[in-house]
């Protein structure tokens, strides 16, 4: 069994009595290792001349594995297992987010001024001028995660109770990188045009609006509808977040290896939401070869104008009907494979049909399309979105910044050249000379990250024309 690590998803505490003798302990070490459960910390709770009480922490390989592991246990002779839990759930008890005043509510004074009937000057002054809602309430510092829960995270359409854990995680994200304040909407139904109404009914009270985790191709649809109506940002995070982060690290795998972004052949395997985007900003950022593959084979191809000219609307080059090869095909070649499909769908060897010096973004979560340790010495450069290896390609890379700064000047949208200067940013956080194989991408904790993305964005909202204020410290030019 692979070392399951110290970020185990199936980590069990377990509170066992045993009797207080010698041999007893060593018998539960003994079934955890022959079950290969990691074993932890082990911690004495209370003891006695005839019993012991411990908590004993393991790693198990899964749901199933854990249950399997605490019915041995309680099957052992002097052995009881008086409880069980799981960190993971136990974090979430009670969820994971909360909102506080910013002000004490400590006399009858700060309430009259908070609340009635103070705050009624403060509701006929934004009455008469719907722009003080920036200024005078939490408008422009909030962002509207809205979700469906057709496609969460990689678990597939299993409805919006279920995706409001998700949504949480992503308001923590928000705050805690960029000091936004994110309200998750798990919305019951999947009408897309049912979405945008209420969207739309809501967008006053916030600055910007995140959907997220919402299946393709309705998203699109959402999307577009939704920027056309809406004057603050709309951003698919699942499409432009994924997008900017994989032009960042690609730009970086490119300095490594020598080469630039309009010689490269390019490969994407998987175009929905993520796979779209992708081509698009690919498009957007100089990239002239360029073939996308779906489970038909090919279905993405044409000269360079023809698929530039198409990156506002990809679905217009889109062929399911009558693909031009299979992937492997594709690969023939290819200095860049960047796949946002399903995993294990190619062995190592494959790649090696693909040019000198080759680049591979395998992203399907949990398993990436080649298997990692196999892959990395078939590669000279090589990226997963998985944390347990280098280089993880992460949307909580891009979406931070790139709300922070479209919030910052109060932008009417968030646009390519927005997305494209995130991008940019993004891939500059690591020094010329730091870039390396291994060194593609920043890490989500470098506190470099949002303050330099940020600032790109907003400078692009400016230059482009959708920057209604300008950034706090900007100087007048």
């Known amino acids: 069994m692979d070392d399951i ?3 185990s998803n ?7 009595e045993l009797a207080n003798k010698p041999g007893v302990f060593a018998r539960v070490a003994a079934l955890l290792a022959e079950e290969q459960a990691n074993l932890g910390a082990v911690d004495i709770v209370s003891a006695t001349k005839t019993s012991m009480i411990r908590d004993v922490t393991f790693d198990a390989q899964s749901e199933a594995h854990g249950k399997k592991v605490l019915a041995r246990l309680g099957a052992l002779s002097d052995v009881t297992v008086l409880s069980a839990s799981d960190r993971i759930f136990l974090l979430h008890l009670g969820g994971k987010i909360r909102v506080e005043g910013k002000i004490p509510l400590s006399t009858r004074n700060v309430l009259s001024m908070v609340y009635t009937p103070g705050v009624g000057r403060v509701a006929q002054a934004i009455a008469q001028d719907k722009s003080k809602a920036y200024a005078f309430t939490s408008k422009s510092n909030s962002v509207a995660i809205v979700t469906d829960g057709s496609a969460v995270l990689g678990l597939g359409n299993l409805g919006p109770e279920a995706a409001l854990p998700v949504m949480e995680g992503k308001a923590m994200l928000f705050k805690e990188l960029a000091g936004i304040d994110a309200w ?3 919305l019951n139904t999947q009408d897309p045009d049912a979405i945008v109404r209420i969207v739309q009914g809501i967008a006053p009270g916030f600055g910007a609006i995140n959907l997220e985790d919402i299946g393709a191709p309705r998203c699109f649809e959402i999307e577009r509808r939704l920027k056309q109506s809406l004057d603050v940002p709309v951003m698919h995070d699942d499409q432009h977040g994924t997008a900017v982060v994989i032009l960042a690290a690609l730009t970086n795998a490119l300095r490594v290896v020598g080469k630039r972004m309009g010689q490269v052949r390019v490969v994407v395997n998987g175009l929905g939401a993520a796979g779209t985007a992708c081509c698009r900003m690919l498009l957007a950022a100089g990239v002239s070869h360029l073939l996308g593959c779906d489970k038909e084979g090919i279905i993405l191809y044409g000269e360079a104008e023809q698929l530039r000219a198409c990156r506002t609307d990809l679905a217009a080059c889109l062929t399911p009907d009558h693909p031009r090869g299979t992937l492997r095909d594709a690969l023939k070649g290819a200095d860049v494979l ?16 693909m040019a000198s010096d080759r680049i591979v973004f395998a992203m399907a979560n949990p398993d990436p399309e080649v298997s990692p340790e196999l892959a990395a010495s078939h590669c000279r450069v090589f990226a997963t ?3 347990d290896y280098p280089n993880q390609i992460n949307n909580a890379l891009a979406f931070p910044g790139i709300f922070r700064g479209a919030l910052d000047v109060q932008a009417a949208e ?8 995130a991008a940019n940013a993004l891939a500059h956080v690591i020094p010329e000379g730091a870039v390396s194989e291994d060194y593609i991408i920043p890490s989500l904790f470098d506190k470099t990250v949002v303050p330099a993305v940020a600032h790109a964005v907003a400078t692009a909202a400016r230059e482009s024309g959708v920057a209604r204020r300008r950034a706090k410290g900007e100087v007048k030019g």
């Open 5 to 7: 690590g110290p970020y």
């Open 10 to 16: 199936y980590r069990l505490t377990v509170r066992l």
């Open 184 to 186: 998750p909407l798990c």
């Open 338 to 353: 960047i796949g946002l499909s399903v995993g294990n769908i190619l062995s190592a060897e494959d790649l090696d049909a």
């Open 385 to 387: 979105g998985r944390s």
């Open 414 to 421: 968030i646009n390519e050249a927005m997305k494209l200067a």
